[in-house]
């Protein structure tokens, strides 16, 4: 079973819906990140949250808005959303976002969106 | 720049025979080397990792890798492969000094019965 929660498994929405992406940890983990991955393909970084601070964003458009309310919850804001955006949503969680840390990420299993 | 690389994007192999997955790595720095595997439709597990010290590193399920400096190599391997251990494998890599983990493109291993 996996340490990190992702909710919902999967989404369906249209181009002018808003909805969001829930994650959770309770392995108090300090850092948080949200990845975004295509088929058969690595995921692929968007935003990191350091001690419930936005510490890194990949150049994300403003159509995907992070937040962390706190230190076990990550949301992912979804509005105006394009067809390309359809993909697997990753969470997940570490003991540190440090430049020395060596701890592993550990990932949700992920939120599958669909965008019509 | 960092960078890492798995040559061979399918591996099969048959049942109860050895497997290696290949990752190569090009760092300006000390490396941290991470495996992740992939189930379909689940997210990444952490299998194995290594920091410093041994070169061989043993991780979850029977996995182990072998570290090469040299080769700058952090290949992946099994002594016995299950039909359960087909997946997608990802290698990663981060140096010391630096914040972000680098993903290879992955290779989808299928253990043949």
């Known amino acids: 079973d996996t340490e990190v929660t992702q909710t919902p498994k999967h989404l369906v929405m249209g181009m002018t819906n808003k909805k969001s992406l829930k994650c959770e940890q309770h392995m108090g983990h300090r850092a948080m990140y949200w990845y975004k991955q295509k088929a058969k393909k690595p995921p692929e970084l968007m935003f990191v949250?350091?001690?419930?601070?936005?510490?890194i964003n990949e150049s994300v458009p403003s159509r995907f808005s992070p937040e962390c309310p706190n230190s076990s919850l990550l949301n992912l804001h979804l509005h105006a959303l394009q067809p390309e955006d359809s993909a697997l949503y990753l969470c997940?969680?570490?003991?540190?976002?440090?430049?020395?840390?060596?701890?592993?990420?550990?990932f949700g299993d992920g939120t599958r969106l669909s965008i019509l | 720049a960092q960078s890492v690389a798995q040559p061979e994007d399918q591996v099969n192999v048959a049942e109860g025979n050895p497997l290696t997955v290949k990752c190569t790595y090009s760092?300006?720095?000390?490396?941290?080397l991470f495996w992740y595997v992939q189930y379909p439709n689940r997210g990444l597990q952490f299998l194995l990792k290594?920091?410093?010290?041994?070169?061989l590193v043993k991780g979850s399920y029977g996995f182990e890798a072998e570290f090469n400096k040299s080769q700058t190599s952090f290949h992946l391997k099994k002594p016995s492969a299950l039909v359960s251990d087909s997946a997608l494998y990802f290698c990663a890599v981060k140096v010391t000094g630096a914040n972000n983990l680098f993903f290879g493109t992955g290779t989808r291993l299928t253990v043949i019965p």
């Open positions: 949250y350091s001690y419930e601070k936005l510490s």
């Open positions: 760092v300006s720095g000390n490396p941290y």
């Open positions: 290594y920091i410093t010290g041994d070169n």
């Open positions: 997940a969680s570490s003991v540190r976002f440090q430049e020395y840390s060596n701890q592993p990420q550990h």
